[in-house]
């Protein structure tokens, strides 16, 4: 079975400072990758996803994220981030040709300080 | 296009209760998934429905059941209500077929049992 570990609960950051979400996988097949940002009262919004291919993926709103292989991590990042990015993402994996079965980590809770 | 919408967003039930939650995907989407989501547990499958047929199942008690219709609107139902059952439960549509990966989630139903 596969299993996702977010490595932060809360990641607290400054305005226009840079921040980065670590996300590790562990699955004895082929996956793909997800990351997901929940704001509050909301449901979940796809920020990117890897499929296969570039393992330098970019999302929605300056995200983007580095699939590698050999440590079994997809960490996302932002370079600068703005108040508006306060919420919670979450990294996600399902089985390839298995249907969209998602198996979620704990989430990190971003907190941007002005 | 509208996205996914599901009723009611809040639910307030009384333990051994049973309750209907409803989701309606995009149009033209085929498969809906169902997630738990709750501050202990985080976010869980509950099963997914594709062309009116159960494809993948997490590991939820039977009290825990969904349906899908021909029009691909989907309900589930939890029977004899558990306070532990007190969750925000997320809907997510997408295309289907064995290798689509893309889902679209819907604000969610959160549901309080009492």
């Known amino acids: 079975a596969q299993s996702v570990t977010q490595l932060d609960s809360q990641v607290p950051v400054f305005e226009e400072a840079p921040v980065e979400l670590r996300c590790n996988y562990s699955?004895?097949?082929?996956?793909?990758l997800f990351w997901y940002v929940q704001y509050p009262n909301q449901g979940l919004q796809l920020l990117l996803k890897?499929?296969?291919?570039?393992?330098l993926v970019k999302g929605i709103n300056g995200f983007e994220a580095e699939f590698n292989k050999s440590q079994t991590s997809f960490h996302l990042r932002k370079p600068s981030v703005h108040i508006s990015d306060t919420a919670e993402y979450f990294c996600?994996?399902?089985?390839?040709?298995?249907?969209?079965?998602?198996?979620f980590g704990g989430g990190t809770r971003v907190l941007v300080k002005p | 296009k509208a996205g996914v919408t599901q009723t009611p967003r809040y639910l307030i039930k009384t333990r051994g209760q049973q309750v209907t939650l409803s989701c309606s995907p995009i149009?033209?989407?085929?498969?809906v998934s169902w997630y738990q989501q709750t501050p202990g547990q985080g976010l869980q499958f509950l099963f997914e429905?594709?062309?009116?047929?159960?494809?993948n199942k997490g590991n939820f008690p039977g009290r825990f059941s969904g349906r899908q219709f021909s029009n691909s609107r989907s309900e589930m139902n939890v029977s004899t209500l558990e306070l532990g059952d007190s969750a925000l439960y997320l809907c997510?549509?997408?295309?289907?077929?064995?290798?689509?990966?893309?889902?679209?989630f819907g604000p969610g139903t959160r549901l309080t049992v009492t």
């Open positions: 997510a549509s997408s295309l289907g077929g064995s290798d689509t990966y893309e889902q679209y």
């Open positions: 699955s004895s097949v082929s996956v793909y």
């Open positions: 890897y499929l296969s291919g570039s393992t």
């Open positions: 996600a994996v399902s089985l390839k040709a298995a249907g969209n079965k998602l198996t």
């Open positions: 149009s033209g989407h085929r498969s």
């Open positions: 429905y594709f062309s009116e047929t159960q494809r």
